[in-house]
């Protein structure tokens, strides 16, 4: 069975600019969620998507949005990047929304210049 | 609210001494309690989790961890230290008692294993 796939692995981005990244969910998977990693912050949730919906968010800036897609595939998008979105983004998925075991992915690194 | 801490940033042992790693929480529900190992360049990879039921929970690679209410401790414990074992090392916590897949993580503990 696959595991959670991120595209890109390694991004590029200028201040001002926008970016999507992606997330595969394990195959049956429902539940997708998103984390920043940061050597200052450590790991931060940013929001939870189950069938579709919204479920949880964290305290992020309205410049960073989600959605969940139908098939369960998840992108994340960050508006007018800032300096401070450099970081290792890492999408999971799990099985139900109950406290299951969260499957991570190996995280796209995004570098804003 | 929830929160996580797990003291000491940088842990170093030798090959075959005992490893443990250090976490308490704080959680005004019952928690789901989970550590996870990350490799770099890596994601997270779960290494043992308890939800409820026994108190010792053995997850992969020798590893376990008991779970002390009366301490809000959960650390992470294998007898024997391995090479292969230096990673860093992310303790969370699970609120509202499971009700949510939202991880709240320690500050992580970087170990290292000298030969």
């Known amino acids: 069975k696959a595991g959670v796939t991120q595209t890109p692995r390694y991004l590029i981005k200028t201040r001002g600019q926008q970016v999507t990244l992606s997330c595969s969910p394990i195959s049956g998977h429902r539940s997708v969620s998103w984390y920043q990693q940061t050597p200052g912050q450590g790991l931060q949730f940013l929001f939870e998507y189950f069938s579709e919906t919204q479920r949880n968010k964290g305290n992020f800036p309205g410049r960073f949005s989600g959605r969940q897609f139908s098939n369960s595939r998840s992108e994340m998008n960050v508006s007018t990047l800032e300096l401070g979105d450099s970081a290792l983004y890492l999408c999971?998925?799990?099985?139900?929304?109950?406290?299951?075991?969260?499957?991570f992915g190996a995280g796209t690194r995004l570098s804003v210049l | 609210a929830q929160s996580v801490t797990q003291l000491g940033s940088h842990v170093s042992v030798s090959e075959g001494a005992l490893v443990l790693l250090r976490c308490n929480y704080s959680?005004?529900?019952?928690?789901?309690l989970f550590w996870y190992v990350q490799y770099p360049n890596q994601g997270l990879q779960l290494l043992l989790k308890?939800?409820?039921?026994?108190?010792l929970v053995k997850g992969i690679n020798g590893f376990e961890a008991e779970f002390k209410k009366s301490e809000t401790s959960f650390h992470l414990t294998k007898p024997s230290a391995h090479m292969s074992d230096a990673a860093e090392y992310f303790c969370?916590?699970?609120?509202?008692?499971?009700?949510?897949?939202?991880?709240?993580f320690g500050t992580g503990t970087l170990l290292a294993v000298q030969p």
């Open positions: 999971a998925s799990s099985l139900e929304r109950d406290g299951n075991i969260q499957y």
């Open positions: 969370a916590v699970s609120p509202y008692g499971g009700a949510t897949n939202k991880l709240i």
């Open positions: 308890y939800t409820t039921g026994a108190t």
């Open positions: 959680s005004s529900v019952p928690p789901y």
